[in-house]
T-cell receptor
Framework: GAGVSQTPSNKVTEKGKYVELRCDPI?????LYWYRQSLGQGPEFLIY????????DSGLPNDRFFAVRPEGSVSTLKIQRTERGDSAMYLC?????????????FGPGTRLTVL | AQKITQTQPGMFVQEKEAVTLDCTYD???????LFWYKQPSSGEMIFLIY??????QNATEGRYSLNFQKARKSANLVISASQLGDSAMYFC????????????FGTGTQLKVEL
């Protein structure tokens, strides 16, 4: 079956612009996660959705970052007034949202570059 | 709060040999899970193996096994019979029950398999 997909694969923008990153999870997965990975680092948690609601947004760095998942499937990560420090790989993952292993399946990521 | 430490930024191993990638963790939560992910140069995160904190036996999955030492808070990944395709970045991650469903990742170990 289809895995997690993310669009665009690459996004180049200018400082101060607004960007939207899209994530399409695996069908049937109720949980969706956004992570940010800087060069040479491990992914860092941003936000987690269970269904349509944000169950944990403690990783969002500031109020320029916002994410939605209005119908419980596709999610959009929105970044306002982008800064050069926002440049990173943004990874989306999905899972069934249960107990135990509840493996998170990752998408290929969106590489964001802020000039 | 959870913390994952991977102290080996880079490792080399000869093809067909076994290699151990180190991971130590810190959490006050008695219920947690430990994960290993592989990230090839293409960027996607691939789940390898999982160990639950209450599991009595070390996890194994094909050529991957997890050397879980709970008292030492270590969860080292052992790859047996290394192959050239094992060359990648390897991340250890933790999910603690009290920390929600998010994964906390280490900084990773770059493994290079040589002929």
């Amino acid at each position: 079956g289809a895995g997690v997909s993310q669009t665009p694969s690459n996004k180049v923008t200018e400082k101060g612009k607004y960007v939207e990153l899209r994530c399409d999870p695996i069908s049937g997965h109720t949980a969706l996660y956004w992570y940010r990975q800087s060069l040479g680092q491990g992914p860092e948690f941003l936000i987690y959705f269970q269904g349509t609601g944000a169950a944990d947004d403690s990783g969002l760095p500031n109020d320029r970052f916002f994410a939605v998942r209005p119908e419980g499937s596709v999610s959009t990560l929105k970044i306002q007034r982008t800064e050069r420090g926002d440049s990173a790989m943004y990874l989306c993952a999905s899972s069934f949202g249960g107990q135990g292993v509840d493996e998170q399946f990752f998408g290929p990521g969106t590489r964001l570059t802020v000039l | 709060a959870q913390k994952i430490t991977q102290t080996q930024p880079g490792m080399f191993v000869q093809e067909k040999e076994a290699v151990t990638l180190d991971c130590t963790y810190d959490t006050s939560d008695p219920s947690y899970g430990l994960f290993w992910y592989k990230q090839p140069s293409s960027g996607e995160m691939i789940f390898l193996i999982y160990q639950g904190s209450y599991d009595q036996q070390n996890a194994t999955e094909g050529r991957y096994s997890l050397n879980f030492q709970k008292a030492r808070k270590s969860a080292n990944l052992v790859i047996s019979a290394s192959q050239l395709g094992d060359s990648a970045m390897y991340f250890c991650a933790m999910r603690a029950k009290g920390g929600g469903n998010k994964l906390t990742f280490g900084t990773g170990t770059q493994l290079k398999v040589e002929l």
